[in-house]
């Protein structure tokens, strides 16, 4: 990143920019920000093991019930849980 804002969190605009100027180079498939959010925490969480208090700490989160209950997947190597996946948005976790 450079410019006069480097180093400053981004906007909600400049992620959306980002994301849909990777999407049009064919570097991701469509996205939004908020996604981002629900990738990270699934990852933490399987890496993890399903330890939300860990990913509710990498992710800055309040409350390890929500990170478990809404913005993570822990059951992202359930094949019936990816079967679905990918029925439904056409992707793999």
Partial sequence: MHG?????PWTT???RGMLRRAAAR???GRAVPHALR???ATAVLDAAR???VI???AGGWASAATVEQVD???DVHDPVFTAALEQVWG???
């Fill in 4 to 8: 006069p804002s480097r180093g400053q």
């Fill in 26 to 28: 064919g570097q991701i």
């Fill in 72 to 74: 993570g997947h822990v």
């Fill in 50 to 52: 399903g330890n939300a």
């Fill in 13 to 15: 605009a400049a992620a």
């Fill in 38 to 40: 629900h990738s990270f």
């Fill in 91 to 93: 992707t793999r976790p």
């Fill in 55 to 57: 990913a509710r700490e």
